[in-house]
T-cell receptor
Framework: DAGVTQSPTHLIKTRGQQVTLRCSPK?????VSWYQQALGQGPQFIFQ???????QRGNFPDRFSGHQFPNYSSELNVNALLLGDSALYLC??????????????FGPGTRLTVL | DAKTTQPNSMESNEEEPVHLPCNHS???????IHWYRQLPSQGPEYVIH???SNVNNRMASLAIAEDRKSSTLILHRATLRDAAVYYC?????????FGKGTTLSVSS
């Protein structure tokens, strides 16, 4: 059973460009969350998708947007990239019916470098 | 959102127990306390979670203070593979709110 997969593994972009990151959740999971992890920091919650809708959002600007597809996979889009967007982007999947205590499974992340 | 406070780093010897403390004095009565760990070059990995009573699983034990303002993650016998950053996590809705975590070093 494959866990959470993310693509690409690494990505280099320049300021002002746009980027799309992809995530496939663990089999049977219906909820996808995205986190940003700067170097030396803990992950920060960006947003969460369930039933193809954004259900909860962290303190991130509108340049960060997402999408969830009928097969539960998800994309994270970042427009007008800034140097400060350089980070490891993590995707986590879970079962919404697991409730507030449910375990989230993380992928290995996509390392984004903005030059 | 509730904030968690952990020591920046801790050291342990192989085969010894490790107690990782966490303060979460502002946690609400219905929020779970989660612990995840992150090994180098990997995404975070679930360790354990609990609400009020102590919890045990194959990886660790979680001791929660009666007033829920603090908790302790217990690794019963540390191994070299347990060297990682350990995060004590609060939640906002179903989102996990990470702090900076505790970097655990394990020596042989």
């Amino acid at each position: 059973d494959a866990g959470v997969t993310q693509s690409p593994t690494h990505l280099i972009k320049t300021r002002g460009q746009q980027v799309t990151l992809r995530c496939s959740p663990k089999s049977g999971h219906d909820t996808v969350s995205w986190y940003q992890q700067a170097l030396g920091q803990g992950p920060q919650f960006i947003f969460q998708y369930y039933e193809e809708e954004e259900r909860q959002r962290g303190n991130f600007p509108d340049r960060f947007s997402g999408h969830q597809f009928p097969n539960y996979s998800s994309e994270l889009n970042v427009n007008a990239l800034l140097l400060g967007d350089s980070a490891l982007y993590l995707c986590a999947s879970s079962l919404v019916m697991g409730g507030m205590g449910n375990e989230q499974f993380f992928g290995p992340g996509t390392r984004l470098t903005v030059l | 959102d509730a904030k968690t406070t952990q020591p920046n780093s801790m050291e342990s010897n192989e085969e010894e127990p490790v107690h990782l403390p966490c303060n979460h004095s502002t946690i609400s009565g219905t929020d779970y306390i989660h612990w995840y760990r992150q090994l180098p070059s990997q995404g975070p990995e679930y360790v354990i979670h609990g609400l009020t009573s102590n919890v045990n699983n194959r990886m660790a034990s979680l001791a929660i203070a009666e007033d829920r303002k603090s908790s302790t993650l217990i690794l019963h016998r540390a191994t070299l593979r347990d060297a990682a950053v350990y995060y004590c996590i609060s939640q906002a809705g179903t989102a996990l709110i990470f702090g900076k975590g505790t970097t655990l070093s394990v020596s042989s």
